[in-house]
């Protein structure tokens, strides 16, 4: 059974977090090259960045329903970011699981909050809304051993907008949420359809890939397109380094493309348009959250997301029972240890 790297949310150095492939030797995974994409700390001092492999610089008013989750108790977004998140309605955003979840069970209040309607992390754009996570909960099935069921919700201390009526995706709000919709996401993101769709993806993650190098995080939210890859050609890429893609999961990137989303960009939104022609961002449906992949951009890899249209996922996000999220800074630490402890096999991206 291979170990998945689990985007382990943050590992606190100094009340900071490091990215991932900073400079204490950490490797984005040990024991096989499939990861998950959230950030694991920064040095204390330097200030938490991000980005995408291979997109371009975003507004936040084109993607009105990405949030970037961050601790607190950094003392600012930029420094505490470690995730991404959707919003689905006033209260709520979804996110992955691996963003929150923790061994045990313990409440996440007052160590998670989210940063709605800012393009960047440092300085946040006026207007921008700090909300603390009230709690958290993640899919009862979800596996760290292999990503199955890579699902969290947060359900935030304080509305988002006030008021019943929420605001619209329309390139103009810089808060809006994008309501799930399973059917929605079954008809207009279909991996298996030719010619492949396109998808777009988002968020504050790294974007140089290249093993080595040192780690880039640009505060600014960026963008990138990417085609969905069919099931069974997901599949034999990762059978390679014995990672299983189930039905619970959807890929897209790959090839010689060159552009995925990298670590920090986990639990964010990926996106189909509904219409032909299409009209982003009025058009986008929520296809997947970001959770994995073999390294970030490497050749004959796709990224790994987890399908909303899958009906697990679905009642998951839609009834929000499920397993209590640890604090995430106990949960980082651990997660850190865990990684250390399985270092055996198959090869791995220098850190």
Known sequence: MPLVALLACAAWVSGVARPHGA????????????????????????????????????????????????DPRAGSPAAGFFCGGVIIDATHVATAAHCIAGDGQGGASGQVAVLAGSST????????VRDPVRSSTFDPRYSPVNSEYDVGLLTLARPL??????????????????????????????????????ATA????????????????PTGLRSVRLPLVSDTVCEEEYATIEQPITSS???????????????GDSGGPLVVDRD???????????????????????????????RI???????????????????????????????????????????
Not at 121 to 128: E, H, K, Q
Not at 164 to 170: D, G, H, T
Request: aromatic share 6%; proline share 10%; glycine share 14%.
């Open 276 to 306: 032909t022609p299409a009209r982003p961002p009025a058009d986008y449906v929520l296809a997947g959250l970001v959770d994995f992949g073999n390294g970030c951009a490497q050749p004959g890899y796709a990224g790994v997301y987890t």
């Open 23 to 70: 400079s204490d030797g950490s490797r984005r995974i040990g024991s096989a090259p499939a990861l998950a994409r959230a950030l694991v700390g920064t040095p204390a001092g330097t200030r938490a960045k991000a980005s995408i492999v291979g997109g371009s610089d975003a507004s936040i008013a084109s993607f009105p329903f990405q949030v970037a989750l961050y």
């Open 249 to 263: 999961m959807i890929c897209a990137g790959g090839g010689r493309s060159h552009v995925d989303t990298c670590y």
């Open 121 to 128: 992390l440092d300085p946040t754009d006026p207007g921008s």
């Open 161 to 198: 907008w006030p008021g019943a009526a929420a605001p619209s995706v329309n390139g103009v709000d810089t808060i809006a949420p994008l309501p799930i919709d399973r059917g929605k996401a079954a008809a207009f993101a279909n991996p298996n359809a030719t010619p492949a769709i396109l």
């Open 202 to 217: 988002s968020g504050w993650g790294e974007e140089n890939p290249a093993p080595g190098h040192a780690a880039d995080y």
């Open 309 to 351: 249209s899958n009906p697990e996922v679905m009642r998951f996000l839609t009834l929000g029972i499920g397993h209590v999220a640890k604090p995430v800074g106990s949960q980082a630490k651990h997660k850190k240890k865990r990684k250390k402890r399985h270092r055996r096999r198959g090869r791995a991206p220098a850190g």
